[in-house]
T-cell receptor
Framework: GEKVEQHESTLSVREGDSAVINCTYT??????FPWYKQEAGKGLHFVID?????DRKQSQRLIVLLDKKAKRFSLHITATQPEDSAIYFC??????????????FGQGTSLSVVP | DTTVKQNPRYKLARVGKPVNLICSQT?????MYWYQKKPNQAPKLLLF???????READTFEKFQSSRPNNSFCSLYIGSAGLEYSAMYLC???????????FGPGTRLTVL
C-alpha cells in the first residue's frame, strides 16, 4: 500500500524567512495530496491541497509543489509568522482495504518560527 | 458550522474494560473516519463509514467496532482495552470519500 515519508521531523526558521517541508510517496496512482496543520491541543486543520493534474498551487503565503516523476511534494510557507508554528502533516490518497480511496499521512513536521 | 465534536476529550480506561468514544458533525457529511495517532507517528486510519456502510482496515478489523446510528453521529468501540490502545483518537468527516476531511480535536485515551 501507499507509504508517505515526511523528511523533516523538526524545523526551525526565523520569522520572515521561508519554511519548506518535504514529503515523498510510493504509489504512482495517488492523485490527491493535502496538507494539515495541528496546533497545540487541537485537531488537524486543512491548510492546502494539490491534485495530480497540476504541479503548483498557491494560497496566500502557502505554496505546494508536486513532482510526480520523483513522487515528491513539498509545502513552502513564505514570510513565516509566529502563528505558523505547529505540526504539519502531509498526506497522499491511497486505496483502502475496501478499495475506497483513503488518506495516508506522513509522521508530521514540528515547525517553530522564532522571532 | 464546520466543527467536528468529540467526547470525551480525555478517557482513562482499565485493561480489559470496554471503551466507547463519540464523534458528531452537523455538516451533513456522508463519510466519517476514525484515526489512531500515537506520539511521533502518522495518524493511522482505523475505519470509516460511507453513509451506512462500514469499512474497516484489514489490520485493525477485529480490534475496533463502530456504529453510525444517524448521519451526524459515529462511535468507536473497543471491547477489551489493552495497553497498546493508549493513543489519541481522531474523528474526521468529509462531504464525499475523496474530499477534504474536517477533524475533531481528538480523544486522548490512556489505558492502565
Amino acid at each position: 500500500g501507499e507509504k508517505v515519508e515526511q523528511h523533516e521531523s523538526t524545523l526551525s526558521v526565523r520569522e520572515g524567512d521561508s519554511a519548506v517541508i518535504n514529503c515523498t510517496y510510493t504509489d504512482t496512482a495517488s492523485s490527491y495530496f493535502p496538507w494539515y496543520k495541528q496546533e497545540a491541543g487541537k485537531g488537524l486543520h486543512f491548510v492546502i491541497d494539490i491534485r495530480s493534474n497540476v504541479d503548483r498551487k498557491q494560497s496566500q503565503r502557502l505554496i505546494v509543489l508536486l513532482d510526480k516523476k520523483a513522487k515528491r511534494f513539498s509545502l513552502h510557507i513564505t514570510a513565516t509568522q509566529p502563528e505558523d508554528s505547529a505540526i504539519y502533516f502531509c498526506a497522499a490518497s491511497g486505496i483502502a482495504s475496501s478499495s475506497f480511496s483513503k488518506l495516508v499521512f506522513g509522521q508530521g513536521t514540528s515547525l517553530s518560527v522564532v522571532p | 458550522d464546520t466543527t467536528v465534536k468529540q467526547n470525551p476529550r480525555y478517557k482513562l480506561a482499565r485493561v480489559g474494560k470496554p471503551v466507547n468514544l463519540i464523534c458528531s458533525q452537523t455538516m451533513n457529511h456522508d463519510t466519517m473516519y476514525w484515526y489512531q495517532k500515537k506520539p511521533n507517528q502518522a495518524p493511522k486510519l482505523l475505519l470509516f463509514y460511507y453513509d451506512k456502510i462500514l469499512n474497516r482496515e484489514a489490520d485493525t478489523f477485529e480490534k475496533f467496532q463502530s456504529s453510525r446510528p444517524n448521519n451526524s453521529f459515529c462511535s468507536l468501540y473497543i471491547g477489551s482495552a489493552g495497553l497498546e490502545y493508549s493513543a489519541m483518537y481522531l474523528c474526521a468527516s468529509s462531504r464525499d470519500r475523496g474530499g477534504e476531511q474536517y477533524f475533531g480535536p481528538g480523544t486522548r485515551l490512556t489505558v492502565l
